[in-house]
């Protein structure tokens, strides 16, 4: 129930704040709009897990943001690195299917998806198949 409650309240945050969201650029009425054909970069997977990936890193350099907000592409042959998570972070799979690993387990993950990996567990993911993963990434400085 906790892990629900979490997520509502992650969604529930995310969509105000794309509601308050003007669709023009600008800094002075309490707003800002980022592209994601602005901030795109093509760099290897996260936490070592190498391949090619496109990232999408929203509003990094606001110095006093503590929400990280970013889309990242998997290709087939690259992963999010197998990695130990120091706070709370969720995956939503916007596109495609992949393999989640957990803690030593590993399960399928798909379009809708979301997953809570909490502090202190492990976690790396990777497209399953031919096909790119597309996920977005959510968690507090």
């Known amino acids: 129930m906790k892990k629900a409650s979490l997520l509502l309240s992650f969604f529930c945050g995310v969509l105000v704040t794309l509601a308050t ?20 970069r093509q760099e290897p ?11 999408y890193s929203f509003f ?3 110095t006093d943001l503590q929400l990280v907000f970013r889309k990242r592409v998997l290709r087939p042959g690259s992963s999010i690195g197998y990695h130990l998570q120091k706070e709370d972070e969720i995956y939503y799979i916007l596109q495609g299917e992949g393999e989640m690993s957990m803690n030593g ?4 993950v798909k379009a809708g998806d979301a997953v809570l990996t909490r502090p202190g567990n492990s ?3 990777k497209p399953a198949g031919k096909d790119s993963l597309t996920v977005l ?3 507090l400085k």
């Open 105 to 108: 387990k590993t399960f399928p």
């Open 45 to 55: 997977g996260s936490h070592n897990g190498g391949g090619l990936t496109t990232a």
């Open 137 to 139: 990434i959510n968690y």
């Open 21 to 40: 969201v003007s669709f023009s650029k600008g800094t002075s009425e309490g707003y800002i709009v980022e592209s994601e054909k602005d901030i795109a």
């Open 60 to 62: 990094s350099k606001l």
């Open 123 to 125: 976690h790396g993911l």
